[in-house]
């Protein structure tokens, strides 16, 4: 056990390397630029509030980023260590196939962390600048970004392991909506009246991910209070649907015929 | 110490093709500190039968045994085996020295192990300039070369190589095959996968050939060339006379001064014939088929 994790550590710790030098990071500093000019136009047009703005713009931004890297970079993580015959390098060591997994993907869960981090300082500075105000929630949705990029990740590499890189971006992005979407859809009206339609949608919140737990922003812009109950209920199932995902990762990778 | 017994393999392209065999009842065996070479034209299940080896695919049938240096099982025995996949590709964006530190670093050798070997093979396979250099600006023959400083690095007792020679130059190539007769001999063993006969015959010592699937032929490459030797001999003489006439000849043919029989059988009595007539003998050698002519005679 301590042999295999220190395995999948020595394994993420070049994944990271890898891809840090691939220049991912410019994003950061692309999406920090566009945040600054993008609220400095949008404090322009708004009235009284433009602290609040910089910081709506901010965390959409952060979360496409994350959403980008989770999708476009997890579709290729795997498949394309397949496809180039990189893993077979990997996999005739004594290395386990979880452990190669857990290694790559912990080294994009570091780059996805590095990222958040990074953009989450640059969006507190500009929400500061703007006169806006940064407390404990602020902290609590950018974890609860970088716990749904997570999940996405591993939905990602789990299509991936099944499907072509354009059909796992594709699915992979319809999940990502599904599960931002599911419980609003539950509030229709034409859904609520319609029983068959409210099962096949309880089957499906169970199935999907409920990503709407995890996006606390309008609280955050709006009431800037949560009951901790929430949060922590949040995280846990954030937590468990990610482990869970792995999971199921680990074992279509574990079958998967590498040919 | 590696056995494949009786491996069968078979594909299907998609759910309504028909499948096709790969490896059609296959065994063979890897023994301790044998040069062995995998033979097989493109497409005879070579690589299919490595990736059983290295269970990155499952057989439909048959199973893969691991004794001796080996160790027990396939676990055991990835530790002590260097793998070179064909045509590899490593990640572009880490430099050579990185991958071959990543290498060594998951086959628990020290740092200044890994320092020290690398340093020794990249200088032997002459990619020492490149170590500081990302992957993505190596050429093809540059990739293989840090290829082999990476399975080398931890210093494996097997070395298992599939077309090692592809992509090389012909002065690549002959340093690669002069760097695995020299691991040969220190006892290590060699398996390497080739198409090309000539390569196989210059290393090995031992060939496992396979054809469409099948396995055609096991064993020493010295008994399989004996078993096909046509005990024909060519014997060239140079003289300006006419042609002699010689015992059980089967071939005769000039070329400039040189007259070339080829005869049936070593004739003593046409050794003296000619030593009589005056004429000098230019060479007198046993006429054996190559290795590459016996594969093709023994084909199916």
């Known amino acids: ?259 | 110490m590696i056995s494949l017994c009786n491996v069968t393999k078979t594909f299907r392209k998609d759910f309504w093709s028909p499948s096709f065999t790969a490896l059609d009842n296959v065994s063979f065996t890897i023994g301790e500190g044998e040069a062995i070479g995998f033979l097989g034209a493109n497409g005879a299940g070579k690589t299919t039968a490595l990736k059983i080896l290295f269970d990155f695919i499952k057989p439909n049938s048959g199973k893969v045994e691991f004794s001796g240096t080996a160790g027990k099982n396939l676990s055991e025995a990835l530790g002590r085996i260097g793998y070179l996949p064909e045509r590899p590709y490593f990640y572009p964006h880490l430099t050579g020295a990185e991958f071959v530190h990543y290498m060594g670093e998951l086959t628990d050798v020290s740092k200044s192990d890994r320092v020290q070997r690398m340093q020794y093979w990249a200088e032997r396979f002459k990619i020492d300039h490149a170590l500081g250099r990302m992957i993505r600006g190596y050429s093809k023959g540059m990739l293989q070369r840090i290829g082999f400083v990476s399975i080398l690095v931890h210093n494996p007792d097997i070395l298992i190589l599939d077309e090692p020679l592809s992509g090389l130059d012909p002065i690549g190539r002959k340093e690669l095959k002069d760097v695995l007769r020299e691991i040969a001999k220190l006892g290590k063993t060699v398996f390497f996968s080739s198409h090309i006969v000539s390569d196989i015959e210059e290393v090995c010592k031992k060939v496992v050939v396979l054809e469409k699937g099948a396995l055609l032929y096991e064993g020493d490459i010295e008994s399989l060339l004996s078993e096909h030797d046509s005990k024909v001999y060519e014997l060239k003489i140079r003289t300006f006379a006419e042609k002699l006439k010689l015992e059980n000849e089967v071939f005769y043919e000039k070329l400039y001064d040189l007259h070339i029989h080829r005869i049936d059988g070593f004739v003593s009595e046409n050794v003296a014939r000619v030593l009589s007539s005056g004429a000098e003998i230019y060479s007198l050698n046993p006429l054996r088929p190559s290795l590459e002519q016996i594969i093709y005679k023994i084909r199916p």
């Open chain 1, 1 to 259: 056990m301590y042999n295999s994790v220190a395995k999948a550590l020595i394994i993420a710790r070049y994944t990271f390397i890898e891809v840090y030098k691939s220049k991912i990071m410019f994003n950061v500093l692309i999406l920090g630029l566009a945040i600054a000019v993008l609220s400095f136009i949008a404090a322009e047009f708004t009235y009284g509030v433009p602290g609040r703005v910089a910081l709506d713009i901010g965390l959409g931004l952060l979360s496409l980023s994350a959403v980008g890297i989770s999708v476009f970079m997890g579709a290729t993580l795997i498949s394309k260590e397949i496809e180039q015959r990189t893993v077979y390098m990997t996999l005739s060591r004594p290395v386990g196939r979880v452990s190669f997994l857990l290694g790559r993907v912990l080294g994009m869960v570091l780059i996805l962390l590095i990222n958040i981090l990074l953009l989450g300082i640059i969006i507190c500075s500009v929400t500061i600048m703007f006169g806006g105000e940064v407390g404990p929630l602020f902290v609590w949705t950018i974890l609860l970004s970088y716990i749904e990029s997570i999940i996405l990740l591993f939905i990602v590499i789990s299509c991936s392991l099944v499907a072509n890189t354009i059909i796992t971006v594709i699915s992979s992005l319809t999940i990502y909506a599904t599960g931002h979407a599911l419980i609003e859809t539950m509030t229709f009206t034409t859904v609520k009246s319609n029983a068959l339609l409210m099962k096949l949608l309880k089957i499906l919140e169970v199935v999907f991910p409920n990503f709407s737990k995890l996006n606390i922003k309008p609280y955050l812009l709006y009431e800037q209070n949560l009951p901790h109950d929430f949060l922590w209920n949040a995280l846990s199932y954030g937590t468990v649907y990610g482990l869970m995902m792995f999971v199921v990762a680990a074992i279509l990778f574990v079958k998967k015929s590498l040919d």
